[in-house]
């Protein structure tokens, strides 16, 4: 008997190893398993090969090789067979993306090639910089599932052919354009179910060589063919494809012929058909062209961004199947019907003028609807008491923003019990935020931003993941009950007129991906409890609170890693934070205005920090320890990098290693102390657009290597920099503004000013030591409208063509491309005698500044067709002759000042014709007769404006034109005297006419006394005519009063 309880025991326990074992080797991987040997090293060579930011690849240490983070075996023979390193290379800027991981290599790997059991291969989302796919992938027989999609390749595709066994194929966004016979090669693999080739650069040439349509993939179920170059009739690759269900030709041009979409009549299995930017208008639609009742599986059709236009698609009523239609970014502007099996409608950016006709309150069965970004005027009103309404709304999302709604929000919005996400931002809602809101608890995305909405936050209940209510004027405290709401990621309340202090409960939300509580009236001191517990936090916004304080002590460590923190004009008053040194994945610092103070930390250098604002504040030292790391996350060049450090106590010279930033699109450092010359590898800094260096100690010639930079915006100004301008910086074609003020420069004024920069707007050179002329190749800057060449030396006369500048004639549309980076920077003019800081308007300023020179000659009369002028200035030169009577056309003219020369004449009436002058000054030249008056002229009333023109009379001076001693020749006089022969010969021409005219009658009456006896007797009979009329009327006169 103990011998069997022993033996049963003991198998019992076999069994229970047996089972482990069974389960272990089935169900991969497994702690204890190991793959080959070779494979283990092929797949740490991978590793080694890769920049791993990330630590994506941080399991892969040990011998067990198949429980590493991606790999897979197989349970009975221990080969690799999936590899599974997904990234999100090309996701990173999205905010959905909480977390970044994805490998950086050069190329794949060799050594992968020991895998040769791999069913399973995804290396998307990975960044391997523009290297070829390797051979080897093609050897992968076995291989049934290949996603290489946004991981920077670019290939021929002529390995694909051995991979007879794949059923997926997701190349997006690898550039394959180059291949060849594409087609032929898909046929080779007859197993394929699932293609996707998006952004590849294909056109109808890759498909469209073999015209056998009996060979054309028949099994294939999923075609993405989106963002190529396809257009017109597309290629009969598409003629047999029976079993298609999804198809997406967005993006190709579809237009050239009509009949382009008949294809899609063969293919009655489609389900879903994204056909979004493809130039398709209504006629191409019509049911001769594709027939929308034969696809009777049709659940999803996206037409989004097209050109159809007026009238409703009632052709796709007829698809009883259909669930999500998305006609966004057309010319709609008519009543949309009522589907009843529809579920998502997006009718957003079209030309509906009313609400009503989107007929929300007639929706009952659809779930998600998107108005946004039409031209809707007028309230949104809620259902009408008098028409049939839906007794119950299966809204999940409404999103209506980016219309122009007014109003108040409508109560009846709490009637959507299903509500998810509610978008209302950017209208113009007034009133406080409807508690009604506060009951639909189902709600997860309120935004109302961007409005006109008053009174104080409610208090929100439910499962809210994201609240923006910035750009209101929410007033009162930030309520303590949202540190109730435990689902928060996003929470932002900026620019609104909040007080008070940040709440201590909003240190609960632990899922809190985004708070931005800027530009606020919040007061009181942030310490750690206010964030200890934030640990998902990613952007931290707190700035324009001018009375927040941060009160964190230096070793405290947070349990976050942010990407961005904007604290400027909080109050900091220490040193530099040192709790920010642990945050490894800091994209965007902004402490400008802080009250810091101190050296930079040592610990800066390593952070990978592109957008840094350190301005206005007190710190010292040098800059060699400014962030040299680069972004790990920023990879595209559209986002612009830049460091501001101006207003603070920096010294020393420029570090070389700050040349080290090559990803630098900006650069400021004014307002510090720093010394020495600009060193010469700054032509390692490639992306530099703007580098601003002024009010320093900086010295020296400027480095040739500055032309080798795309400068668009070049300001040295305060400085002490020397000798002449480098030929290179004419290299700099880009160049915008170039702003040299208040320096040593000598030399000419170089003629590549204008010939090689053909986008100068802004030419400062002012209060340096430049001789010779203006150059005439500056009457080429076409978009020149600040000239400033005062205070140097130049001599000759003005050149006639600068009344050419077209920029300062005529208005033109100012190229934004870098205007949201200039915002804040400034050039100085001095305009009414007034050194003033232009930023925003800079645009708006035109004007001309060559005074403090020695330039002789007159004034060419062609400089006053410059009709933009706002300013000009050309005093204290020894400019001659009389000021141009055609000056009354420059008729912007603000300031105009011609001082301290050697003009003569009288001053030419047509200025009383400048409307907008408000500071003149015409003193000290040889000015004389009577100051002109009327117009603008009545306001300046300052002597001295005419002072030292002794032959200068009239208002305001105190001399009198008519009573003057020694009278000069005024306006007045010289018209006499200039008319005087004009009157002699007036006077003669009146005294011959008299003469001719009395002795042609006088002289027949003397010599015809039949003429003379028939006048007297006419003469005597019409006096006795005259007598008898007034004898009879004094008579009845006489009468009248008598019977009275």
Not at 100 to 115: F, I, P, Q, S, W
Not at 121 to 146: A, C, H, M, T, V
Not at 945 to 967: F, R
Request: proline share 4%.
């Amino acid at each position: 008997m103990g011998n069997q309880l022993g033996l049963g025991l003991y198998l019992f326990i076999l069994s229970v190893f047996l089972c482990a074992t069974t389960y272990t080797c089935l169900d991969a991987p497994n702690l204890t398993v190991s793959c080959h040997e070779r494979e283990r090293l092929a797949l740490l060579e991978f590793k080694h090969n890769v920049k791993d930011y990330f630590k994506v690849l941080s399991s892969w240490v040990g011998i067990h090789c198949c429980s590493w983070k991606g790999v897979s075996c197989d349970g009975d023979t221990r080969s690799v067979v999936s590899l599974r390193l997904r990234g999100n290379y090309r996701e990173f800027y999205e905010d959905d993306v909480e977390e970044d991981y994805y490998l950086v290599g050069e190329k794949v790997n060799t050594y992968l090639a020991e895998l040769r059991h791999l069913k399973h291969l995804d290396l998307s989302g990975n960044n391997f910089q523009q290297s070829r796919i390797p051979e080897f992938i093609g050897s992968f027989k076995q291989l049934s599932y290949l996603n290489l999609s946004n991981a920077g390749f670019s290939d021929d595709m002529a390995w694909v052919s051995g991979l007879s066994s794949l059923e997926l194929l997701d190349l997006g966004n690898v550039k394959i354009s180059r291949a060849k016979n594409i087609d032929m090669v898909l046929y080779m693999i007859p197993s394929l179910q699932y293609l996707s080739l998006p952004l590849c650069g294909l056109s109808n040439g890759h498909l469209g060589i073999h015209h056998n349509s009996s060979k054309i993939l028949p099994n294939i179920k999923h075609l993405d063919l989106s963002w190529n170059f396809f257009e017109g009739e597309l290629p009969c690759f598409f003629q047999n494809l029976t079993s298609l269900t999804f198809l997406d030709l967005s993006s190709n041009n579809l237009s050239l012929a009509w009949n382009s979409l008949k294809f899609l009549n063969l293919i009655p299995s489609l389900s879903e058909l994204h056909l979004s930017k493809c130039g398709l208008h209504n006629a191409l639609l019509s049911p001769n062209y594709f027939n929308f009742s034969a696809h009777s599986y049709m659940h999803y059709i996206d037409l989004r961004d097209n050109l159809i236009g007026g009238r409703f698609l009632y052709e796709i009523i007829n698809i009883t199947s259909l669930k999500v239609l998305d006609l966004s970014r057309n010319n709609l502007n008519s009543s949309i019907p009522t589907m009843p099996n529809l579920l998502k409608l997006d009718v957003s950016e079209n030309k509906f003028k009313h609400i009503e006709l989107v007929g929300i309150w007639r929706q009952c069965n659809l779930k998600e609807l998107s108005l946004s970004y039409n031209i809707f005027n007028g309230e949104m009103i809620g259902p009408s008491t008098n028409m049939s309404e839906c007794s119950q709304y299966a809204f999940e999302m409404l999103d209506s923003s980016q219309n122009q709604l007014n109003g108040t929000i409508p109560e009846v919005l709490g009637r959507l019990t299903n509500l998810k996400a509610l978008y209302l931002g950017a209208n113009s809602f007034s009133g406080s935020i409807p508690e009604a809101l506060e009951r639909v608890r189902s709600l997860e995305v309120l935004d109302l931003s961007d409005n006109e909405l008053t009174g104080p936050i409610p208090t929100f209940l439910g499962k809210l993941t994201k609240l923006s209510l910035f750009g209101n004027q929410l007033s009162g405290f930030i309520p303590e009950s949202l540190g109730r709401l435990a689902g928060l990621t996003e929470l932002d309340l900026s620019s609104n007129q909040l007080i008070g202090p940040i709440p201590n409960s909003l240190g609960r939300l632990s899922s809190l991906h985004l708070l931005d509580v800027s530009n606020n009236s919040l007061e009181g001191v942030v310490f750690e409890a206010h964030l200890v517990n934030l640990s998902k936090l990613k952007y931290l916004h707190t700035d324009l609170n001018h009375k927040l304080i941060f009160n964190i002590s230096h070793e405290w460590i947070p349990p976050f890693q942010l990407r961005s923190v904007v604290l400027s004009s909080c109050k900091i008053n220490d040193e530099f934070p040192q709790w920010l040194k642990t945050q490894r994945n800091l994209e965007e610092l902004w402490l400008s205005n802080a009250s810091l103070f101190g050296l930079l930390p040592s610990w800066l250098r390593t952070m990978p920090i592109f957008i840094l604002d350190l301005s206005h504040n007190k710190l010292g030292g040098s800059l060699e320890n400014l962030p040299s790391r680069n972004p790990i996350h920023w990879v595209e060049p559209g986002d612009a990098a830049l460091f501001l450090l101006q207003d603070n106590l920096f010294n020393g010279s420029i570090p070389r290693s700050l040349c080290r930033r090559t990803y630098l699109e900006l650069l400021d450092v004014s307002m510090n102390g720093l010394s020495g010359n600009i060193p010469d590898c700054v032509k390692n800094l490639q992306e530099m657009k703007v580098l601003i260096l002024s009010s320093n100690g900086l010295s020296g010639v400027l480095p040739r290597s500055l032309g080798s930079i795309s400068l668009a915006w070049l300001k040295l100004t305060n400085n002490n920099f020397n000798g002449e301008l480098p030929r290179d910086l004419g290299n700099s074609s880009l160049l915008s503004v170039l702003d040299l003020d208040n320096n040593k420069f000598s030399g000419n004024i170089p003629q590549w000013t204008g010939k090689d920069l053909p986008n100068l707007k802004v030419l400062s050179l002012r209060k340096n030591n430049f001789t010779g002329g203006i150059p005439q190749s500056l009457c080429t800057c076409s978009n020149l409208h600040i000239l400033d060449v005062a205070h140097n030396n130049l001599t000759g006369s003005i050149p006639r063509c600068l009344g050419k500048l077209s920029g300062m004639i005529e208005a033109r549309q100012e190229d934004s491309r870098y205007n949201s980076m200039y915002d804040s920077m400034e050039v100085s003019q001095v305009l009414k005698g007034i050194e003033l800081e232009y930023t925003k308007t800079l645009d708006l300023v035109f004007n001309m500044d060559l005074s403090s020179n020695e330039l002789s000659g007159e004034i060419p009369r062609e400089v006053t067709s410059l009709s933009l002028l706002v300013g000009l200035n050309l005093s204290h030169n020894h400019l001659s002759g009389s000021i141009p009577d055609t000056i009354g056309n420059m008729k912007a003219l603000n300031s105009l000042d011609f001082s301290d020369n050697q003009f003569t004449g009288m001053i030419p009436s047509s200025i009383a014709s400048l409307n907008f002058l408000s500071s003149l000054n015409l003193s000290q030249n040889n000015l004389s007769g009577q100051i002109p008056t009327g117009n603008q002229l009545q306001t300046l009333t300052d002597p001295s404006i005419y002072a030292s023109n002794k032959e200068l009379c009239g208002a305001p001076l105190p001399n009198n034109c008519s009573n003057h001693e020694n009278p000069p020749t005024t306006s007045k006089n010289k018209y006499k005297e200039s008319n005087k022969p004009k009157k002699v010969w007036f006077y003669f021409d009146i005294m011959c006419g008299f003469a001719t005219g009395f002795w042609s009658i006088i002289g027949v009456l003397l010599f015809k006394k039949q003429w003379r006896h028939k006048l007297f007797v006419i003469a005597e009979v019409t006096m006795d005519k005259v007598f008898v009329a007034v004898a009879v009327r004094v008579s009845n006169f006489r009468m009248t009063n008598e019977d009275k």
